[in-house]
């Protein structure tokens, strides 16, 4: 019995010290440790994912001088003024809804022929179908300084180009290897061309890559309310530049940056007198976006309120052929069709469009029996501004070595980025009545 109550007394002693010894290394932070007494249940807050929030791109520091629209580097190409056939058969043309500007007047027969202003875009792989110069679209093609691009021409044009030294591509004379003619359509409706090629026959021949390069003023900022007439700028032409972005200054010796003597240039109406001090001088084709701003406040552009104008048609001379602009609101754009069709672009099948169209009254003269005209495309007269939906009426000018310009009161008025279409209609009967405007 004694040795039984000994072993329990042993047992009992090695469990109390073994619990004390367990005691003691809890105490000291040892192992192992009491787990801790559950209590109630605490959810965390959930916290919503982190968006990845970007920085809004930087706007581009630059603007192109002919639409005023953003461009990442300087636009330091010269213009190419291309003549592009606008008979039936050679519709639909290529490459017009990548043009700067679009001219479009009268040739022979009540058919009109237009004016490519190719600058600030490139890689446009055909141009054309491509015809022949008058002295008018000279005049119009290097008002922009433009390399002007055409086949054949009447005698008095090719009279100019020679004695006067014009800088000109001319597939039936210095330039045909540059051109190529398509199968598909019948001659003369296939000629054509694209900008790279017509660049390196320029780079041949040793044409001036420095030239003025007219610089518009444009709209910046939507309106108040939409689509109002009110015009404000940030900007106006710069004092002065060259197609290769220097610095320049307007020659005022009676010559365009090509030669043209001053004889072959008539002098403005008052109006553009008005005008020349913030109009006439060439911008720099690298422009930054926000130059300008003081010569804007000093007050050299208009506010010119303008009327509804949903749709415009445009009789040249055949009533046959009528050219209509309807403004399509999600563009912001004027949609050009021909006879109540659309007018596309081969290249792209795209509708061509225009944020600005400018309808302007010139006198017309017919010249022999073929029907060759002249078209005094220098002295000013009445015009009509359509842009975002409402028409402004006023005047065109052109100062002597500078591009045609849209005033009102005086004043030149802004337009809106993009591509500019002018049509140019005669005089007679009456201004007004080859141009008709609704709201459909």
């Not at 050679?90 to 017009?96: F, N």
């Not at 003369?188 to 780079?203: G, I, T, V």
């Not at 007198?273 to 007050?299: K, V």
């Not at 795209?350 to 017309?364: M, R, S, T, W, Y």
């Amino acid at each position: 019995m004694r040795s039984k109550h000994r072993l329990g007394k042993f047992a009992w002693r090695t469990s109390f010290m073994a619990i004390a010894a367990v005691l003691a290394l809890s105490a000291c932070g040892g192992k192992p440790q009491a787990e801790p007494v559950e209590g109630p249940e605490v959810q965390s807050p959930v916290q919503p994912p982190v968006e990845d929030v970007k920085e809004p791109a930087a706007p581009a520091p630059y603007r192109a001088p002919l639409t005023g629209l953003a461009v990442e580097a300087p636009v330091t190409q010269r213009p190419l003024a291309v003549m592009i056939n606008n008979a039936p058969a050679a519709r639909p043309q290529s490459g017009l809804s990548q043009a700067d500007i679009v001219y479009e007047v009268l040739a022979e027969g009540g058919i009109t022929r237009l004016i490519g202003i190719f600058q600030s875009q490139e890689g446009i792989e055909q141009i054309g179908p491509i015809r022949s110069i008058r002295p008018y679209l000279i005049r119009l093609g290097e008002s922009y300084g433009g390399v002007l691009v055409h086949a054949g021409g009447s005698p008095e044009a090719y009279s100019i180009i020679q004695k006067q030294g014009k800088q000109d591509l001319d597939e039936i004379g210095n330039a045909g290897a540059f051109f190529w003619r398509s199968k598909d359509r019948k001659a003369p409706h296939n000629l054509y061309s694209s900008d790279e090629k017509l660049r390196q026959a320029a780079a041949k021949m040793g044409y001036d890559q420095q030239v003025q390069i007219p610089q518009y003023s444009f709209l910046t900022e939507e309106p108040a309310g939409g689509t109002s007439g009110t015009n404000g700028t940030d900007g106006t032409p710069s004092s002065g530049g060259t197609a290769d972005g220097t610095e320049g200054s307007t020659q005022q010796d009676g010559t365009t940056n090509s030669g043209t003597p001053s004889g072959d240039v008539a002098e403005n109406t008052s109006n553009a007198e008005q005008s020349s001090a913030s109009a006439n001088s060439a911008g720099n084709a690298g422009q930054p976006a926000d130059a300008g701003n003081a010569a804007s406040e000093a007050g050299s552009q208009t506010e010119a309120a303008g009327e509804a104008a949903g749709k415009v048609d445009i009789t040249f001379l055949l009533n046959s052929y009528v050219v209509s602009y309807e403004y399509d609101e999600a563009s912001s754009t004027y949609k050009r069709s021909i006879n109540g069709s659309p007018h596309v672009d081969l290249n792209n099948n795209e509708q061509l469009e225009a944020a600005n169209v400018i309808v302007l009254g010139a006198d017309h003269k017919v010249l022999d029996d073929i029907g060759r005209l002249a078209v005094d495309v220098e002295t000013g007269g009445e015009a009509m501004l359509f842009q975002r939906g409402e028409v402004i009426r006023g005047q065109w000018v052109r100062a002597a070595n500078d591009a045609i310009r849209f005033v009102k009161d005086g004043a030149e008025v802004a337009l809106v980025p993009g591509t500019t279409y002018f049509n140019i209609v005669p005089n007679s009967p009456s201004f007004e009545s080859h141009v008709s405007i609704s709201n459909p």
